[in-house]
């Protein structure tokens, strides 16, 4: 089994700072791909940023400039600067992973809350 462990989620004033991580562990082979997703209430989850294998990156039109990705071995990073109020969401990491004794499947973290508010 695969778990992801976020972390870094808070309340932060507009043109703050931000650090997520997305911790994951288990038997894993290899992954493939990391993104990031957020959700505000009564909104559809959506991609904010995602990173391959090869480093290749994209980031939603929205974060563009303001956000970075990257990746550590099995773990990976959102650095969020110049926050704004419309970036308030859970955040969810999302990694596709190959395990031992089975094909690649994605796995999702737990959420972390970030609010951005005067």
């Known amino acids: 089994q695969v778990q992801l462990d976020e972390s870094g989620g808070g309340l932060v004033q507009p043109g703050g700072s931000l650090r997520l991580s997305c911790a994951a562990s288990?038997?894993?082979?290899?992954?493939?791909?990391m993104d990031w997703y957020r959700q505000a209430p009564g909104k559809q989850r959506e991609l904010v940023a995602a990173i391959t294998s090869n480093s290749n990156t994209a980031y939603a039109d929205s974060v563009k400039g303001r956000f970075t990705i990257s990746g550590d071995k099995n773990t990976v990073y959102l650095q969020m600067n110049s926050l704004k109020p419309e970036d308030t969401a859970v955040y969810y990491c999302?990694?596709?992973?190959?395990?031992?004794?089975?094909?690649?499947?994605?796995?999702w973290g737990q959420g972390t809350q970030v609010t951005v508010s005067s």
């Open positions: 288990g038997n894993i082979v290899s992954i493939y791909r």
């Open positions: 999302n990694q596709k992973i190959l395990i031992n004794g089975a094909g690649p499947r994605s796995y």
